[in-house]
């Protein structure tokens, strides 16, 4: 058929087809429409708001706020696509520090459902209301002049029968906007949050002055006991908030929010960061749990990303994962000793670009203890301890750092009381009874000193008196000796010994007798998954792991006194760190308030 007899194909759709398709991307469910309301209140400075749901929010959505309101000659035209008061042109999204600013959220929603909006600024003597049906509105009518906004949707996606069909039950949907609520009242911890369901209090949170307590409202004291307190800074980002301690760690992984200048976002950068944060810490197959506030100057962030501002895009990212990773660290490497000395809520603040800076922090406030330490190991090859007088009449060795390589903090009196089973410690470490696992304890300490030489990129080895031969299949010794350049950096020294077999002769300073057989087979479990690793710390982690692993004390060892003194003392230097690098808990602890409870003696004199 000759192209001049063809008929048109491309045609533009009507307004209301496009409509229903903005609709679409802004409007996924009713929690869609609870959010985008929310934000709109808070843009207008409101201080209290109620949100009024009925039937998981299909029969009734009701946004109530004392906001600055809508002047009468704005109403219709706030319900117009691409209508905004936030913008003025395409240079103010360089620098976007309001919620909403697309100008869709409205039209949208009205386009799908029957909407019922009454407003009065402060200056207004008569208030006024609008209604509109599918996005036509009819006139304004006079409405009672309080100052605020009332926005009712109702019937929602009425004219849109595939949507609806696919909503969950009204349950389900309710779930999805008491998430919403929750989210926006963390954010704005100063203004009045209240959700109601069929006319019954769901949620109510009153102001308060403090991030800290509006999460002590949200998710309860127990979640706050289990958390430490985060904080950090570096130029133009600084972070905030609460995680869970590792030995609370649980295969769940919510709450795990995020807010990015107030804005609750997902973004994988800052969860990875948070994940290599924890490294050793976490115990394997759990999560950490977490509500983090991120703030970051508006010029240096992109909120433009996504129509439902879900994800935003960071100018720098490299500094931003950075920040995130290091002050998890540094918070969890000081966060026990904290707990054990009973220090105040002064504590210091993680800075990224400088030095540590300490900073009065009032009790409102996140604080963050540091517990200092340098990277260097085992300076000039360090100073060996042997401490004699076990049962058995052989010797426990541990390796130490020169007292110069780092500042060493505050240390708490230790008390060693004894060994249970051969395989416990107890003793009074500060203000506090602990029972402690040998083997993850020290485990906890090898790994660290291990991980501190392969920063400083010098871990000594010692070569072994005996070297160990280990017959292994001809792939198991190919993937080793393709690494063995690798190990040898991490102080393990692999050579090839016939046509299948290695032979160890070297293993990292400190680690004393290992069992080199078992020790191959976890490195080569370990070694299969550094190809699918893109990190080079989470390939190296799990080697370090093993080899302090094998090197640690084995429980069924009996401990003279002294010995376990010395043990207890490396892992309290450590930092009191309440997992093994695998995971595993290494001590049980009890305050004095606990002892006392048990006992029945709160309250004596």
């Not at 301690?245 to 609750?264: G, I, T």
């Not at 000793?337 to 800075?351: D, H, I, M, Y």
């Not at 007292?403 to 004894?418: F, H």
Request: contains cysteine; aromatic residues 6%; neutral net charge.
């Amino acid at each position: 058929m000759p192209a001049a007899s063809c008929s048109a194909k491309i045609h533009v759709l009507p307004d209301d087809v496009v409509s229903r398709i903005a609709a679409g991307e802004v409007v996924e469910r009713p929690a869609a429409v609870v959010k985008e309301l929310l934000e709109n209140s808070l843009d207008a400075g409101a201080l209290r708001i109620t949100v009024d749901v009925k039937d998981g929010g299909l029969t009734l959505i009701r946004v109530t706020d004392d906001g600055e309101g809508i002047n009468r000659a704005d109403l219709p035209r706030a319900f117009e696509r691409h209508a905004t008061s936030k913008l003025r042109s395409d240079l103010d999204l360089a620098s976007v520090t309001t919620m909403g600013f697309r100008g869709e959220a409205l039209p949208s929603i009205a386009s799908v459902s029957h909407v019922l909006i009454a407003t009065a600024a402060k200056e207004d003597t008569v208030g006024s209301q609008l209604t509109l049906v599918a996005g036509a509105g009819s006139s304004i009518v006079d409405a009672p002049p309080v100052s605020g906004t009332k926005i009712e949707v109702s019937k929602l996606f009425f004219n849109q029968p595939a949507r609806k069909k696919f909503l969950k039950s009204a349950t389900t949907e309710f779930s999805h906007i008491s998430h919403v609520v929750q989210l926006a009242s963390l954010a704005w911890p100063s203004v009045h949050f209240r959700l109601t369901h069929n006319g019954q209090d769901i949620l109510n949170y009153p102001p308060v002055p403090a991030d800290r307590d509006r999460i002590l409202q949200v998710y309860g004291q127990t979640f706050l006991d289990r958390t430490v307190e985060v904080r950090g800074r570096t130029s133009g980002l600084s972070i905030r908030g609460v995680m869970v301690d590792p030995v609370h760690a649980r295969a769940s992984k919510a709450p795990q929010e995020l807010f990015v200048n107030r804005r609750p976002i997902r973004n994988a950068t800052v969860f990875h960061a948070v994940k290599e944060g924890y490294g050793s810490f976490l115990p394997k197959g759990h999560h950490p749990t977490f509500v983090l506030f991120l703030d970051v100057e508006s010029n240096r962030l992109d909120v433009n990303v996504h129509p439902t501002k879900k994800e935003v895009r960071f100018a720098e990212t490299e500094a931003l994962h950075q920040l995130v990773r290091q002050s998890v660290r540094h918070t969890l490497s000081g966060s026990e000793r904290k707990v054990v000395l009973g220090l105040s809520q002064t504590g210091q603040e993680f800075v990224l670009a400088g030095k540590r800076q300490t900073s009065s922090v009032s009790s409102s406030q996140f604080s963050t203890p540091i517990s200092p330490r340098g990277q260097d190991f085992l300076a000039n090859g360090g100073d060996r301890l042997s401490l004699s007088g076990s049962v058995e009449g052989t010797q426990l060795a541990f390796a130490h750092e020169a007292a110069s390589v780092y500042l060493r903090p505050e240390k708490p009196d230790i008390l060693p009381l004894g060994q249970i089973l051969r395989t416990y410690l107890v003793a009074q470490v500060g203000e506090e009874l602990q029972v402690i696992d040998q083997h993850t304890a020290h485990e906890r300490v090898l790994f660290q000193r291990l991980w501190r030489g392969w920063q400083a990129r010098d871990i000594p080895s010692q070569p072994l008196l005996i070297p160990e031969p280990i017959e292994l299949s001809a792939g198991q010794s190919a993937v080793l000796l393709k690494r063995s350049d690798d190990l040898e950096k991490l102080g393990l020294l692999i050579e090839p010994f016939g046509a299948t077999a290695v032979v160890i002769r070297g293993v990292p300073v400190g680690l004393g007798k290992v069992d080199a057989a078992v020790l191959v087979q976890d490195l080569l479990e370990d070694l299969t998954e550094w190809d699918s690793s893109s990190s080079l710390e989470l390939r190296v982690q799990p080697v370090l792991a093993s080899l302090a692993c094998h090197g640690a004390v084995r429980a069924g060892r009996a401990l003279a006194l002294p010995e376990i003194q010395q043990l207890i003392d490396d892992w309290v230097q450590e930092g009191l760190i309440m997992t093994c690098p695998h995971g595993r808990r290494t001590a049980f602890r009890l305050s004095t308030d606990e002892l006392a409870n048990l006992f029945g003696r709160v309250g004596w004199v």
